[in-house]
């Protein structure tokens, strides 16, 4: 496989962004609004945004199931942000009854860093590639992690990029740094897989 072919998740956020990332790392990107296009790719990415929110547009879009059963049965995916938490398995913070599409076996606390006033920049060590700066906007973070989890970096003491197998979690938007490595790393997992 050359070039993978990867869809952005397109009910909110950073879709753009990502799809120029992706570029940047070689692969095919394109928007994924409906079951039929999510079908049509290797990997997905899921945007920042708000998690409640995508998880209620994907209920509105016939998308909540068709992604759960797809991640289910190995789709590689990378969520940042709002779709680190959409990955989780547990998360806390959320609203109630507030679902998730699961995958990573690890419990996110939404809004961890505080609110949007909160946001902020830091110089990471993403997965031994070096000082990587990241962009933090109401970032959650991992509580805590099952045995096969991979903490792929941290902020401080606090856990914010995880990989399980095909899925890629980081709680911060590498999509608006135009720094293309950890779309690369995404990439290389699809590729290897």
Request: proline content about 4%.
């Amino acid at each position: 496989m050359t070039q993978v072919k990867i869809g952005v998740l397109a009910l909110q956020g950073d879709v753009r962004e990502h799809l120029r990332a992706l570029a940047s790392a070689g692969a095919h990107g394109m928007s994924v609004r409906r079951p039929e296009e999510l079908e049509a790719v290797d990997a997905l990415v899921i945007p920042g945004g708000e998690s409640t929110t995508i998880w209620k547009l994907a209920v509105a879009f016939d998308l909540l199931e068709p992604l759960r059963a797809r991640i289910k049965e190995g789709l590689p995916a990378f969520g940042s942000c709002a779709g680190m938490i959409m990955l989780a398995d547990r998360i806390q913070g959320g609203i109630d009854g507030q679902q998730t599409l699961g995958g990573i076996d690890m419990v996110v606390r939404r809004n961890a860093f505080g609110r949007q006033v909160d946001s902020f920049e830091a110089d990471l060590d993403f997965a031994g590639r070096g000082p990587l700066r990241a962009v933090f906007i109401r970032a959650p973070w991992v509580e805590s992690v099952g045995a096969d989890v991979e903490v792929l970096a941290r902020a401080g003491d606090r856990i914010v990029a995880v990989r399980q197998g095909p899925l890629l979690a980081t709680s911060f938007h590498p999509e608006l740094t135009g720094d293309a490595r950890v779309h690369s790393y995404f990439v290389e997992m699809v590729k290897e897989l």
